[in-house]
Nanobody, 125 residues
Framework: QVRLVESGGGVVQAGGSLRLSCEASGSTFTDYAMGWFRQAPGKEREFVAAVNWVGGGIYYGDSVKGRFTISRNNDKNTVYLQMNSLKPEDTAVYYC??????????????????WGQGTQVTVSS
């Protein structure tokens, strides 16, 4: 079973940038495709981005295309989410998730087997 711990959240002004990290432990990181989701108050959890175990098959949600970049470093057991040109509507708790189908990059929450606790991102206007 893999344990996921997110970090890097915080408060940023609109137009700014943040980089989130998610470090995995307890299992072989390359056994998993990885995804990022977010959840704003009163809303459903929304797909943000996903990457397969070799760093390919990258897939983004429509609301973040062209602004966010997902990547992974398998030597560091870490997946990243670089967020640029942030908007107030990006405010949410951001979660990373692991999918045991290591080649799949799915936008579906049910595809993911393990979840982190989340990190808060707040974008002020």
């Amino acid at each position: 079973q893999v344990r996921l711990v997110e970090s890097g959240g915080g408060v940023v002004q609109a137009g700014g940038s943040l980089r989130l990290s998610c470090e995995a432990s307890g299992s072989t990181f390359t056994d998993y495709a990885m995804g990022w989701f977010r959840q704003a108050p009163g809303k459903e959890r929304e797909f943000v981005a996903a990457v397969n175990w070799v760093g390919g098959g990258i897939y983004y949600g429509d609301s973040v295309k062209g602004r966010f970049t997902i990547s992974r470093n398998n030597d560091k057991n870490t997946v990243y989410l670089q967020m640029n040109s942030l908007k107030p509507e990006d405010t949410a708790v951001y979660y990373c998730a692991a999918d045991t189908s290591q080649w799949r990059t799915s936008p579906d929450r049910s595809s993911y087997d393990y979840w982190g606790q989340g990190t808060q991102v707040t974008v002020s206007s």
